[in-house]
């Protein structure tokens, strides 16, 4: 059974700077793309960025120049770090990661359960 668990969210304010992870374990073949998404109450879950198995990273526009998502193979685990944080950063974060669990089936989603990142004006 594979798992995806983040960790470090928590209260920050304005301007300040927060560093998540996500660690995926389990038996598992291949990792591909994994994500960070957020999601506010009543809103729908969105992209933040995302990065491939090589290594090629993207990003929402939003957190452009303030987020870097970065990738630990040798760890199964992402990280996401958060500088210049602004109250519409606020949000449930969740990992996201397209896993095959045998050679030669396609991936399938896997989430986390979420971490709260709360940025105080």
């Known amino acids: 059974q594979v798992q995806l668990v983040e960790s470090g969210g928590g209260l920050v304010q304005s301007g300040g700077s927060l560093r998540l992870s996500c660690a995926a374990s389990?038996?598992?073949?291949?990792?591909?793309?994994m994500n960070w998404f957020r999601q506010v109450p009543g809103n729908q879950r969105e992209l933040v960025a995302s990065i491939t198995n090589d290594g090629t990273a993207d990003y929402a526009q939003s957190v452009k120049g303030r987020f870097t998502i970065s990738r630990d193979n040798a760890k199964n685990t992402i990280y996401l770090q958060m500088n210049s944080l602004k109250p519409e950063d606020t949000a449930v974060y969740y990992c996201?990661?397209?896993?095959?669990?045998?050679?030669?089936?396609?991936?399938?989603?896997?989430w986390g359960q979420g971490t709260q990142v709360t940025v105080s004006s």
């Open positions: 389990g038996t598992f073949f291949s990792i591909y793309t």
């Open positions: 996201n990661a397209e896993i095959t669990t045998f050679v030669l089936t396609l991936p399938k989603d896997y």
